[in-house]
């Protein structure tokens, strides 16, 4: 089984209003300013997932300056997710820093969501090096289980649209203020995951897992050989960040990277399906 750990999707009367948000929304701009930046609805997630044999996928919306946005996206997330049970697992997404998030999560848990994410911490506005600010996002994760999925890039190389300035070191120093939470760290947690080579950090960073969302335009495709070769195999999910990518030229690369059956099977989908059942996230 083949499981996308990270997808974005909108609903279609944003899609259809795309400049109207583009004009009035900063990190929106910067990302889907571009006209050539695709974006899809649920269905054409789920359309390009028969396409490429994808089974699963967890749904994530966007990283919004408004409330009313996250609520509306949240919204259709859930509504996307009964439509599709067996196909989407949704998460919910928040601005960490506003006092309503709680609550929001508490309501998206209530609809049906099982994760947050994907966070943004530079499009929203609040820097994981501040774990202080984020305790009550922390706690509202804690009391129902959720896993975050969490945006972080290379401290190193060039600068693209969306990047941001979340780095390793950030990331480890939240997942040491919060070592109960379960941390999802996107795009190989802008390569935290190679210092679980070092035996302290292994064990600090027990609960963190990472995704390779985007991976074509990011590392060469030895990555994924070297990352199965680390002591943290099961913590490695396969995503694409869909619809930056299509689904197969992702899958691609991982069925040329040289992995054995085994491996290919555990970064595929059975390291994410055990971990979404832990979580109380697989239906
Ligand atoms: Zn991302």
Redesign the pocket.
């Known amino acids: 089984m083949i499981i996308d750990f990270h997808t974005h999707i909108f609903p279609p009367e944003i899609i259809e209003q795309r400049s109207r948000y583009v004009r009035e929304q900063k990190w929106f701009s910067r990302l889907y300013g571009d006209r050539n930046a695709r974006m899809s609805s649920a269905r054409g997630l789920v359309e390009e997932m028969d396409r490429c044999g994808v089974e699963r996928a967890v749904a994530c919306g966007f990283a919004w300056d408004s409330f009313e946005l996250y609520v509306r996206t949240n919204d259709y997330i859930a509504e996307a997710v009964s439509r599709f049970p067996d196909r989407l697992i949704g998460f919910a997404n928040v601005p960490p820093l506003h006092p309503e998030a709680p609550a929001e999560i508490d309501r998206c848990v209530e609809m049906g969501l099982k994760g947050i994410g994907?966070l943004?911490p530079t499009g929203q506005g609040f820097s994981l090096d501040e774990p202080e600010k984020l305790a009550p996002l922390a706690e509202a994760a804690a009391r129902h289980g959720l896993p975050l999925l969490i945006?972080i890039s290379e401290p190193v190389g060039r600068y693209y649209p969306g990047k941001g300035f979340t780095s390793p070191r950030k990331a480890y120093r939240f997942a040491l203020a919060f070592p109960e939470l379960k941390l999802v760290y996107?795009?190989w947690g802008g390569g935290l995951l190679f210092y679980e080579l070092l035996p302290d950090v292994r064990r600090e960073l027990a609960n963190v897992y990472y995704d390779c969302?985007a991976n074509p335009y990011l590392y060469d495709d030895e990555i994924f050989a070297l990352a199965m070769q680390l002591p943290i195999r099961h913590k490695l999910f396969f995503a694409s960040?869909y619809p930056l990518l299509p689904l197969d030229s992702c899958l691609e690369e991982v069925t040329g990277a040289g992995l054995d059956a085994e491996q290919s099977a555990a970064l595929l989908g059975g390291n994410a399906e055990a971990f979404l059942r832990e979580a109380g996230a697989w239906s």
């Open positions: 994907e943004k945006h996107a795009h969302a960040d």
